[in-house]
């Protein structure tokens, strides 16, 4: 088995794999400012490892991995637990241009951690079942239950329904 090393620049690692990672933490924290950290933190650690990959796939899971890793880290940190918002009707600090967007955004926001990661990676990263199976370390038949349970939930919120959860 071959395997690439970190050939490429730093730069162009972040160039190919930022939206994908900044995308990952906005959805999980729902702050562009929590994003930005966790971003950062994935690209430091990803320098200072030096790992040699298999393949890109290899690569690209690493990053989806410690990126989740690094959400998990910021959203249970003691930090976070003590503080208290001000308003709970507050919105996110990051808001798209259209407004079905923040729509889409705010319903997601709202999902358990488990279907909002896989519906992200299937949607917006555009990765197949198997791919997402193969960077969470899950069965793909978890990815496809995440998947059904998460658009369920989804569609009951765009519509207007509640959470029982």
């Known amino acids: 088995m071959q395997s690439i090393h970190v050939n490429e620049s730093i730069e162009t690692v972040i160039e190919q794999y930022k939206q994908m990672v900044f995308g990952i933490a906005l959805s999980y924290t729902r702050s562009a400012n929590d994003a930005d950290d966790v971003f950062?933190?994935?690209?430091?650690?990803?320098?200072?490892?030096?790992?040699?990959?298999?393949?890109?796939?290899?690569?690209?899971?690493?990053?989806?991995?410690?990126?989740?890793?690094?959400?998990?880290?910021?959203?249970?940190?003691t930090w976070r637990k003590k503080i208290v918002p001000l308003d709970e009707n507050l919105p996110v600090d990051f808001v798209f241009h259209l407004e079905e967007e923040n729509l889409v955004f705010n319903a997601m926001s709202k999902l358990p951690d488990k279907y909002r990661i896989a519906i992200h990676l299937f949607y917006f990263e555009e990765m197949s079942v198997k791919e997402i199976s193969s960077s969470l370390k899950v069965k793909e038949g978890t990815v496809k239950v995440q998947l059904k349970r998460g658009r369920s939930l989804l569609r009951a919120q765009l519509k207007g329904d509640y959470f029982d959860e």
């Open 40 to 77: 950062q933190e994935v690209f430091l650690t990803y320098y200072r490892k030096n790992i040699a990959y298999r393949d890109e796939e290899h690569r690209k899971a690493w990053l989806i991995r410690t990126a989740v890793y690094c959400v998990k880290r910021v959203i249970s940190s």
